[in-house]
């Protein structure tokens, strides 16, 4: 028996911030943690992002496309925090390591997708951060809370170069951008635009600016042009100025479409090169269309490429975490507290974020 009281596997109720119905308000609320098992990690929650799939999720806006929410909802999938208890048969953490958790806290481990480290792809289905069910039969509730437990695979280790505030929305924005620009072998000489300058593109903008890759920024005004200078991209284009799409036609290799809604999809597509890729990671909340004209070419340009991609797999997420940390890249936030969530989420919807919240979750201690 062991003595321990960080060690004790009691399940505990912690504190949380929920949505009790679709579309509510986010309300202070608890959740139940599971007991510690001997594979998990219990983590003492110090910042989480706010991710527009988040705002998505209590809206219930996907549920005509991927399957309704759950209710009461508590979201959060971009945790940082620090560990404050391991399992017996936890091997790679100990109590005080920095430590970070993304979308994912299960999944087969057996697929062909898993066993190539792509366990965001898990043919069992993976077990998302919030918004699920585990393999178990428990709900699973995200990082808008105090604290959580995870089974030691989906854990990730923070890199000291990294402050946790910052590193908190590489556990989605992040590595959601890095995965796709690895995977299309995005790097020197590379021409790479970015469709909306938010939380995931302004980390993809930080991101393949140090790939080496040239990156322009396409945004619905002219407001973000000096950010997104700052943040390293080598130039901007309004796509609301009637030149820009003539004026950057077939000069991409690659785009990465990171916007929430409905866009132009052939204006978008005629701006790839030969043998060029738009790969989507936004995801509106409608079906979208496109002519197939616009793939194949024929006219000016063509042999185009569109594709989607979903978050990335363990073991990559460590890799980008390892290579923000030798590169000194995080986010740029905004932290805010519990009570300032709703607000949050009002900004986030009218694209006034620089360019990511993420909550202070030593504000829950804070009287309501
Ligand atoms: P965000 O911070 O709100 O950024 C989205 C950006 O898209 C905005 O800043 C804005 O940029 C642009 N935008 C918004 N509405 C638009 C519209 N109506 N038309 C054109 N552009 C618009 O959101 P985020 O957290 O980066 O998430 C973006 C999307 O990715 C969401 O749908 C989210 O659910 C999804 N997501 C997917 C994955 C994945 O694994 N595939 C992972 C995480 C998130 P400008 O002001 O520059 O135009
Ligand atoms: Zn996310």
């Not at 679709?22 to 001997?38: F, I, K, Q, Y």
């Not at 017996?88 to 430590?99: I, K, Q």
């Not at 409905?262 to 979208?288: C, H, I, K, T, W």
Request: glycine fraction near 10%.
């Amino acid at each position: 028996m062991n003595t321990d009281p960080r060690l004790r596997p009691e399940a505990s109720i912690v504190m949380a911030l929920a949505a009790p119905v679709a579309n509510a308000r986010l309300e202070r609320s608890t959740v139940l943690r599971r007991a510690l098992g001997p594979r998990d990690v219990r983590i003492d929650i110090v910042y989480t992002g706010i991710c527009h799939s988040d705002v998505h999720q209590v809206a219930d806006g996907w549920g005509d496309v991927w399957g309704r929410s759950s209710f009461p909802l508590v979201p959060g999938h971009e945790i940082a925090g620090v560990v404050g208890a391991v399992g017996a048969e936890v091997s790679r953490f100990a109590v005080g390591d920095r430590v970070g958790v993304g979308c994912i806290v299960a999944s087969c481990l057996q697929c062909e997708n898993c066993l190539a480290d792509q366990e965001q792809y898990c043919l069992r289905g993976m077990v998302w951060t919030y918004n699920d069910v585990d393999y178990d039969g428990a709900p699973t509730h995200g990082g808008y809370s105090t604290m959580i437990v995870v089974d030691e695979h989906y854990v990730l280790r923070i890199p000291d170069a990294i402050p946790l505030d910052v590193a908190a929305p590489l556990l989605c924005a992040g590595i959601t951008v890095y995965s796709p620009l690895k995977h299309w072998k995005v790097g020197p000489g590379k021409r790479v635009a970015v469709v909306g300058l938010g939380g995931l593109g302004h980390m993809a903008v930080k991101i393949a600016h140090a790939l080496e890759a040239h990156v322009t920024v396409l945004s619905r005004s002219e407001n973000k042009r000096e950010d997104s200078a700052r943040l390293g991209a080598d130039s901007f284009y309004s796509t609301s100025d009637p030149v820009t799409f003539a004026e950057l036609a077939n000069s991409f290799d690659f785009i990465l479409n990171t916007v929430a809604a409905n866009l132009d999809f052939d204006a978008y597509l005629s701006l790839l090169r030969l043998d060029g890729a738009m790969v989507n990671v936004g995801l509106p909340e409608e079906p979208v269309g496109f002519s197939m004209f616009s793939l194949v070419g024929g006219r000016k340009g063509g042999r185009r490429s569109l594709a989607g991609s979903n978050i990335g797999g363990i073991r990559e997420t460590q890799e980008l975490l390892d290579f923000c940390g030798r590169n000194g890249l995080g986010a740029d936030i905004e932290l805010v507290g519990v009570d300032e969530v709703n607000n949050a989420y009002e900004r986030m919807l009218r694209s006034d974020v620089q360019y990511r919240f993420v909550i202070d979750i030593a504000t829950f201690r804070a009287s309501a």
